[in-house]
T-cell receptor, first 116, second 116 residues
Framework: DQQVKQNSPSLSVQEGRISILNCDYT??????FLWYKKYPAEGPTFLIS?????DKNEDGRFTVFLNKSAKHLSLHIVPSQPGDSAVYFC???????????????FGQGTTLQVKP | DTAVSQTPKYLVTQMGNDKSIKCEQN?????MYWYKQDSKKFLKIMFS???????INETVPNRFSPKSPDKAHLNLHINSLELGDSAVYFC???????????????FGPGTRLTVL
């Protein structure tokens, strides 16, 4: 029972264009969403987050959009750069029935390739 | 100046052996986590300690035992290793604020465990 899903295993875009990575979730109790970026042989690094009380958060080239009614969030990268090529994980946090413990549930990741 | 470090980075061992993975963070965080990334690339929480107290304990075999000697360290000991334990194990840490809010998690580089 995967509560956080990233249905696109991979995405390829041209440098300078927009990259849009998508994430769907099933648990309406999630209150906080995060995106992590992971390079090979390294741990995930935090990229950007959004609280469930907002529908948009922007940080430089990265913007996360949250659509609670659709239980969907997306990460936009504009403009995309070759250095953005990595695996992107969506994660959700919330009350899982035992209080807020900080537990994150991750999607399976989307591999982004930005071509020069 | 490494924030979250893990040792060893690679671990190859025989079935039935007992092994430990160490994790240390120098961020002053009070919560630490262990995640397992399996062959399907899913990142799943295993354990979490807050101020040396176990707060998350997922459905993990008893062969896995976390130990937190202090807030900066969370070690993972695995008894009687099995083939299915082969995975990449990530340590992470975060800081709580406002009493119960768990902030972004910072990950270590991972330990690739191979059980032969």
């Amino acid at each position: 029972d995967q509560q956080v899903k990233q249905n696109s295993p991979s995405l390829s875009v041209q440098e300078g264009r927009i990259s849009i990575l998508n994430c769907d979730y099933t648990n309406s109790m999630f209150d906080y969403f995060l995106w992590y970026k992971k390079y090979p042989a390294e741990g995930p690094t935090f990229l950007i987050s959004i609280s469930s009380i907002k529908d948009k958060n922007e940080d430089g080239r990265f913007t996360v959009f949250l659509n609670k009614s659709a239980k969907h969030l997306s990460l936009h990268i504009v403009p995309s750069q070759p250095g953005d090529s990595a695996v992107y994980f969506c994660a959700a946090r919330g009350d899982h029935g035992s209080g807020n413990t900080g537990k994150l549930i991750f999607g399976q990741g989307t591999t982004l390739q930005v071509k020069p | 100046d490494t924030a979250v470090s893990q040792t060893p980075k690679y671990l190859v061992t025989q079935m039935g052996n007992d092994k430990s993975i160490k994790c240390e963070q120098n961020l002053g965080h009070d919560t630490m986590y262990w995640y397992k990334q399996d062959s399907k690339k899913f990142l799943k929480i295993m354990f979490s300690y807050n101020n040396k107290e176990l707060i998350i304990n997922e459905t993990v075999p008893n062969r896995f035992s976390p130990k937190s000697p202090d807030k900066a360290h969370l070690n993972l000991h695995i008894n009687s290793l099995e083939l299915g334990d082969s995975a990449v194990y990530f340590c992470a840490s975060s800081r709580t604020s406002s009493g119960s809010t768990f902030n972004e998690q910072f990950f270590g580089p991972g330990t690739r465990l191979t059980v032969l």
